[in-house]
T-cell receptor
Framework: DGGITQSPKYLFRKEGQNVTLSCEQNLNHDAMYWYRQDPGQGLRLIYYSQIVNDFQKGDIAEGYSVSREKKESFPLTVTSAQKNPTAFYLC????????????FGSGTRLTVV | GNSVTQMEGPVTLSEEAFLTINCTYTATGYPSLFWYVQYPGEGLQLLLKATKADDKGSNKGFEATYRKETTSFHLEKGSVQVSDSAVYFCALTSAYSGGGADGLTFGKGTHLIIQP
């Protein structure tokens, strides 16, 4: 079945470490996105990519980095520069025209210990 | 810029009650509108959508009508069940940006609790 796979489901990070969250889709979607979800704040866009080897900053890109070397993969690195990384991270994908809606992964919960 | 405003939660109802979750938006051009549902610990699932004015999206007993004159997309269900307990997000994407260019703009979400 087609879909988006995020891994791991739970991730723990020590202060000062970089961690990478995986996102893979087999839907042949052109566009991919990373959102951060915090209680009471809804979802906020971190980065998005419409095509391989190109990506754009969203509303809260500071302290994060991404790459898009393959169409099906869009990993997110949470760097040590991100001061408050504990959150639920959601990856999504869509056709380039968004009228079809977005498909979301099941999320990764990152906790700083 | 684009924005979405939803009613604050949590919304607590008894089983078989009528549900309305209000959603209003601000957007340039002619956005597409969506309702997503999130169950605990999971990602978001598309519940329904509408892409032009006066369109009605429907799924699983839920309905929402795209009202351009009031810039609204209220979610309704005639008789809720305990299994409808979840967080509901209203969202839009601007057609001018090619849909997917800058991502969805979400409301903050409404936590719905249905009691038996």
């Amino acid at each position: 079945d087609g879909g988006i796979t995020q891994s791991p489901k739970y991730l723990f990070r020590k202060e000062g470490q970089n961690v990478t969250l995986s996102c893979e889709q087999n839907l042949n979607h052109d566009a991919m996105y990373w959102y951060r979800q915090d209680p009471g704040q809804g979802l906020r866009l971190i980065y998005y990519s419409q095509i391989v080897n190109d990506f754009q900053k969203g509303d809260i890109a500071e302290g994060y980095s991404v790459s898009r070397e393959k169409k099906e993969s869009f990993p997110l690195t949470v760097t040590s520069a991100q001061k408050n990384p504990t959150a639920f991270y959601l990856c999504a994908s869509s056709q380039k025209r968004g009228d079809y809606g977005y498909t979301f992964g099941s999320g990764t919960r990152l906790t700083v210990v | 810029g684009n924005s979405v405003t939803q009613m604050e939660g949590p919304v607590t109802l008894s089983e078989e009650a009528f549900l309305t979750i209000n959603c209003t938006y601000t957007a340039t051009g002619y956005p597409s509108l969506f309702w997503y549902v999130q169950y605990p610990g999971e990602g978001l699932q598309l519940l329904l959508k509408a892409t032009k004015a006066d369109d009605k999206g429907s799924n699983k007993g839920f309905e929402a009508t795209y009202r351009k004159e009031t810039t609204s997309f209220h979610l309704e269900k005639g008789s809720v069940q305990v299994s409808d307990s979840a967080v509901y997000f209203c969202a839009l994407t601007s057609a001018y940006s090619g849909g997917g260019a800058d991502g969805l703009t979400f409301g903050k979400g409404t936590h719905l609790i249905i009691q038996p």
